[in-house]
């Protein structure tokens, strides 16, 4: 599969494919559709087998119906319609775990830089590059105090209001230390993130002196601006875990820990008891299936069959994308699902719920099916089945607020065959390769 970049157009496709994302389409995009007009997706496969046709207005689903069913109505014309024949249309991917300030930065070769004109470069393309794979809105976790005080997340914020309409950008304050002398400068800079416009606080209690009181000055904090709330642990101290659900039991709108790759390493049955306490809590577990990331110091991924099983919620991240922590980081939630069936033994659809349904409902954005009335937030990925998408997820377009904002595709090519035209193999290249 073609590893490139999705840029604002005009793009440049590589010899074995392309891919694009729109960042000046104006009022039309790449299909020639006006936001006002629909758009019809003509010929979908549906993971319950069915080939449908979509009709889409606004930033809704108007109509599904069967294949060759509906019009484009109110925009006449071949801009109005998307032929997804060979695709499977899926609600959209979210990104629940990445990191905006240091994406994108493994080969400058040094300390990174948090410069803001460099942070909001990284965390634009990063974002379109998340795009590009399907995930039409993301969580960012975003470095304040210290060196970077509040310059990196006022440019991540920068880079979500250019972004709006192509991506839902939404960031997460990480301040070092809370608690103590040393922690009172933290302190007041989460308050002023939260201020800025930070969408949740959180941070890594693991790495304070008093990891239980910064748990608490979170907790605080989130309750006095009522956001949510979004920490780094490796979940390797089950006593802590069993506080901090305590703590955070009734919360809302919302916990969420990770990557918690400790759990694993627990005994099972102490595994188990603070899986069904984190449960009971209402804690959500956004795993990180594809690496680790800066905010905790041991990789490895949380126990999701485990964490299911007790009733906990799972979302599945990308976490460092071609950071110092993960230098070939993909930032792919299809590669995350992947991951979670191929390794983890989830089955296809529980595997996809953790990067879409799930990883949707901890950015508190509302629930996506593929039916009338529901958000315009879709991915056609070429296959004929959820497994084959998740094995060879090439080709995909990606539709955000009811319109196509980026495309990617790859075309297979093999030197001529007696063999496969005998056994009637399916081919893709037009030409022949000498």
Not at 193 to 215: E, F, H, I, Q, R
Not at 362 to 374: M, T
Request: with cysteine; glycine share 14%; aromatic share 2%.
């Amino acid at each position: 599969m073609p590893d490139s970049q999705p840029q604002p157009p005009p793009s440049s496709p590589s010899a074995s494919g392309s891919s694009s994302a729109s960042g000046s389409w104006g009022s039309t995009g790449p299909s020639g559709q006006t936001e006002s007009a629909s758009l019809l997706l003509c010929g979908a496969r549906l993971t319950d087998g069915r080939t449908v046709d979509v009709r889409l207005g606004g930033e809704r689903i108007e109509a599904v119906g069967t294949a060759g069913s509906l019009t484009a109505e109110g925009a006449p014309g071949p801009g109005a319609r998307v032929d997804l024949g060979g695709y499977l249309l899926l609600p959209a991917p979210a990104e629940p775990h990445a990191h905006a300030d240091t994406a994108l930065s493994a080969d400058e070769g040094g300390p990174v830089s948090y410069d803001p004109q460099d942070v909001q470069r990284r965390a634009t393309e990063a974002a379109l590059l998340q795009l590009g794979h399907g995930a039409t809105a993301l969580r960012a976790h975003v470095r304040v105090g210290d060196v970077q005080g509040l310059g990196a997340l006022g440019a991540v914020l920068q880079a979500r209001r250019s972004l709006r309409g192509l991506t839902e950008l939404m960031t997460v304050a990480m301040p070092r230390v809370l608690t103590g002398r040393a922690g009172a400068d933290g302190l007041a800079m989460l308050r002023d993130a939260a201020k800025m416009g930070a969408s949740v606080v959180g941070g890594c209690p693991d790495l304070d002196p008093d990891p239980t009181g910064y748990v608490e000055a979170v907790l605080e904090v989130a309750t006095e601006h009522g956001c949510p709330v979004d920490l780094h642990t490796d979940a390797t101290d089950p006593a802590r875990l069993a506080r901090l659900a305590t703590m955070a039991g009734g919360l809302r709108p919302g916990v969420t820990l990770g990557p918690c790759g400790g759990l694993g390493r627990l005994p099972s049955e102490v595994a188990a008891r603070t899986a069904d306490q984190l449960a009971a809590a209402g804690v959500t577990v956004a795993c990180l299936p594809q690496g680790g990331c800066g905010g905790v110091d041991r990789r490895g991924t949380a126990p999701v069959r485990l964490l299911r099983s007790a009733g906990v919620r799972v979302a599945a991240g990308s976490g460092s994308l071609r950071d110092v922590s993960n230098p070939v980081g993909r930032g792919d939630p299809l590669e995350a699902a992947y991951l979670l069936a191929s390794r983890y033994g989830l089955r296809p659809e529980e595997a996809y719920d953790a990067v879409s349904t799930t990883a949707r409902a901890v950015l508190g954005l509302p629930e996506v099916r593929v039916e009338a009335g529901f958000p315009a937030e879709l991915l056609a990925v070429r296959g004929d089945g959820l497994a084959s998408a998740l094995s060879l997820a090439y080709s995909r377009i990606v539709v955000h607020r009811g319109r196509v904002v980026a495309r990617t595709s790859a075309v297979r090519e093999y030197c001529n065959s007696t063999v496969a035209v005998e056994l009637g193999l399916p081919r893709q290249g037009r030409g022949e390769l000498s």
